[in-house]
């Protein structure tokens, strides 16, 4: 019987073909940057993989210009390592350079995840922004907003909410459909919310015309197709058109996609080295044989095994090691035990490091949000 398939910004089910997405989505594999992005280690593994018009952000980058990477949160239960894909990037962007936009979806969980909006804020500040700021990230450089009120300054608020009526009037029910598929209206107002954050640090009364970049899973490409297609009908003010670049996800423990609202398959960032434990051993899908024997002789699937690819998207950022561990995994010289065993080390390590700094980030969240 052939498994239920489901693939848009709300939803995720079955099988993830990237090259077969690349192609339908009209985005281009990311090849050669800068050397600087070689120090990122999304970059250098190519777990950052596919873009558009990233050009324009490089050279922003290269001439010292100003340019911003736009990101937004929905706020739906625990801050997990697989959020970390996003907050990574826009901490390297931010050391090149960016002025970081980050934009809490509160309207949108509102109308997509029934989720009050006094919730959405609440999760959003105890999980995501403070393991944002423990993770590294200055909030000093960067521009954090509810969609629900966008700011107390009110030409900056109107700006924003303007924005999105007239983005409404360039966009018709049909193009929606030709994007989204059968969408409800809740959805609609949300897409198109999604993207006046996206575009509008682009007006006077924020930054001005300058690049932006978007960092996104690929199931969120529609976001950017409906932004870009949009933004270059409207004559004024002439947005300079969206950059954005795509990422693998990073895959739960038992395979597939993380959620949210399943404890057990992720770790996050507030697990005590016991639990992570745990759930490796008992939920982290193995690429490893049947039997020891088997194992020894032909050896396990680093490809395939969560365990690995924890270390490969997150934890091990000496390449050599990495690739150490890969080819005695997959010659069998190395067992599932030995590789759960690298990788709970790795993450108890990094866990309580972050999570020292994530009380003594609670400081910044006071000046933040009082």
């Given at each position: 019987m052939k498994k239920e398939s489901m693939f848009n910004p709300w939803e995720i089910k079955g099988e993830i073909d990237y090259s077969k997405l690349v192609k339908e989505f009209g985005i281009s594999p990311l090849e050669v940057l800068p050397p600087i992005f070689n120090k990122n280690l999304l970059f250098r593994r190519k777990i950052v993989f596919a873009h558009r018009d990233i050009q324009r952000i490089l050279l922003a980058i290269k001439d010292k210009k100003p340019f911003v990477m736009m990101t937004g949160l929905m706020p739906s239960g625990k801050f997990h390592i697989g959020h970390m894909l996003v907050a990574q990037q826009m901490i390297f962007y931010q050391s090149l350079g960016a002025k970081i936009y980050i934009s809490v979806a509160d309207v949108e969980s509102y109308n997509t995840r029934s989720m009050s909006i006094d919730e959405a804020r609440k999760v959003a500040k105890d999980e995501y922004i403070l393991n944002y700021i423990a993770l590294g990230l200055d909030p000093k450089k960067a521009d954090i907003y509810f969609q629900s009120s966008r700011s107390k300054e009110a030409d900056k608020?109107?700006?924003?909410?303007?924005?999105?009526?007239?983005?409404?009037?360039?966009?018709?029910?049909?193009?929606?459909?030709?994007?989204?598929?059968?969408?409800?209206?809740?959805?609609?107002?949300?897409?198109?919310?999604?993207?006046?954050?996206?575009?509008?640090?682009?007006?006077?009364?924020?930054?001005?015309?300058?690049?932006?970049?978007?960092?996104?899973?690929?199931?969120?490409?529609?976001?950017?197709?409906?932004?870009?297609?949009?933004?270059?009908?409207?004559?004024?003010?002439?947005?300079?058109?969206?950059?954005?670049?795509?990422?693998?996800?990073?895959?739960?423990?038992?395979?597939?996609?993380?959620?949210?609202?399943?404890?057990?398959?992720?770790?996050?960032?507030?697990?005590?080295?016991?639990?992570?434990?745990?759930?490796?051993?008992?939920?982290?899908?193995?690429?490893?044989?049947?039997?020891?024997?088997?194992?020894?002789?032909?050896?396990?699937?680093?490809?395939?095994?969560?365990?690995?690819?924890?270390?490969?998207?997150?934890?091990?950022?000496?390449?050599?090691?990495?690739?150490?561990?890969?080819?005695?995994?997959?010659?069998?010289?190395?067992?599932?035990?030995?590789?759960?065993?690298?990788?709970?080390?790795?993450?108890?390590?990094?866990?309580?490091?972050?999570?020292?700094?994530?009380?003594?980030a609670r400081k910044n969240m006071d000046s933040l949000f009082g």
């Open positions: 608020s109107n700006a924003y909410y303007r924005l999105q009526n007239l983005l409404a009037k360039h966009l018709t029910f049909a193009e929606f459909k030709a994007i989204y598929g059968e969408i409800t209206p809740g959805k609609m107002v949300s897409a198109l919310l999604q993207a006046s954050d996206m575009l509008h640090p682009q007006l006077r009364e924020f930054e001005g015309p300058l690049p932006i970049v978007v960092p996104v899973g690929i199931d969120q490409d529609p976001h950017l197709r409906l932004a870009r297609d949009i933004s270059q009908r409207i004559k004024s003010p002439n947005f300079i058109q969206l950059s954005s670049t795509y990422h693998l996800f990073a895959p739960g423990l038992s395979g597939g996609k993380m959620s949210s609202s399943d404890p057990n398959s992720y770790i996050a960032l507030t697990d005590s080295s016991e639990n992570v434990e745990r759930k490796i051993k008992k939920y982290a899908f193995s690429g490893g044989r049947d039997t020891l024997e088997e194992h020894r002789k032909k050896g396990g699937n680093p490809d395939i095994d969560v365990s690995f690819q924890y270390l490969k998207f997150f934890f091990e950022q000496d390449d050599k090691k990495l690739e150490k561990v890969y080819n005695d995994y997959k010659s069998g010289k190395m067992l599932t035990s030995e590789l759960k065993k690298i990788t709970i080390d790795k993450i108890s390590s990094f866990l309580k490091d972050h999570q020292k700094k994530r009380e003594q």
